[in-house]
């Protein structure tokens, strides 16, 4: 059996208004050694139906039950994927007909480099495009601290990487709920350099409300234990302390997302726990203090502490 040059991976849930949009646009890709891996997490609307209709031999479909959980459901994908290559796209997401193709020669062109991502730009609802923000900072080559400091940011959608890699890396992390993709791609810079395409070949919705990412709370947490974790494998002393520094940093913003929520034990919990990899910092300190005060300050202060904080 002749495997597939490009496994394309591509979790769903409830996604029935853009899923066939998003798969449309891997059948009209140019490149045309590719397999599609969708993995349904237990949509109960009619995504089920609609993939059920798919004809394309080249399609696979997995019918997981629901967990809510967006690395688990790409894993399964990647463990199903035969292909050399595997390209990640979300099922509200579309690509450019020539994503596959520019990316391909790219990473040939340099085999060093054994992953690559590319520009992206926002839809909405519609599909409409949305006004163009700043211009993006791409970075290439060693990126392990442009991702740290959040210089560096990339699409899911816009990444394409030697399944060899990959398996040397791990896959996506299933107890990191929120930030999975971002912890895979710092884990995929350790190991090796970035090609980037200046190109936008995909494009990104970023206006709906049914996306995983709208629980704030959670965000957080998982921020937390995300650069806890960073911490535990960086290479050198300073990234090391890095990654500390972000955490106490992180820790603080959920502490105070516990005191919007008028849960003081949580914010207690958060700033003790804390405390004991953020003792070192003098700004820590500051801000947790100013968090501690913050519900029982009158409330003039506690808008001009709102305006502070941005």
């Not at 993939?51 to 690395?71: K, M, Q, W, Y």
């Not at 050399?84 to 979300?90: E, I, Q, R, S, T």
């Amino acid at each position: 059996m002749t495997l597939p040059e490009v496994s394309v991976v591509l979790p769903a849930y409830n996604r029935a208004a853009y899923l066939r949009e998003a798969v449309d646009s891997v059948s009209a890709q140019t490149y045309r050694d590719w397999e599609l891996v969708i993995a349904d997490d237990g949509s109960d609307d009619s995504t089920r139906a609609f993939l059920s209709r798919l004809e394309d031999p080249r399609t696979i479909v997995l019918f997981l039950a629901h967990s809510g959980n967006p690395g688990a459901v790409r894993n399964r994908a990647i463990e199903r994927a035969r292909g050399k290559y595997v390209a990640f796209l979300d099922s509200d997401d579309v690509w450019a007909p020539r994503k596959l193709e520019i990316q391909l020669d790219l990473m040939r062109s340099r085999p060093e480099r054994r992953w690559s991502y590319s520009n992206t730009t926002e839809i909405d609802e519609k599909s409409n495009p949305l006004p163009a923000g700043a211009e993006p900072s791409l970075y290439d080559g060693w990126i392990v601290e442009p991702l740290l400091t959040l210089r560096a940011s990339i699409a899911t959608p816009s990444v394409v990487v030697e399944r060899s890699l990959l398996d040397e890396v791990g896959p996506f992390d299933e107890a990191q709920h929120f930030g999975e993709d971002y912890d895979l791609w710092v884990r995929l810079a350790l190991r090796s350099e970035v090609s980037v395409v200046s190109e936008p070949l995909a494009r990104v919705r970023n206006r709906h409300f049914d996306r995983y990412s709208i629980d704030r709370l959670a965000e957080f947490v998982a921020w937390v234990r995300l650069y806890g974790k960073m911490a535990g494998i960086m290479p050198d002393s300073r990234l090391r302390s890095l990654c500390m520094r972000r955490r106490a940093e992180q820790a603080l913003v959920l502490a105070g997302q516990y005191v919007d929520r008028g849960d003081h034990a949580a914010v207690a919990r958060t700033l003790i726990a804390s405390s004991t990899y953020s003792w070192r910092y003098l700004d820590w300190w500051w801000g947790a203090a100013k968090t501690i005060v913050r519900p029982v300050a009158p409330s003039p202060l506690r808008s001009l502490y709102r305006r502070w904080r941005g």
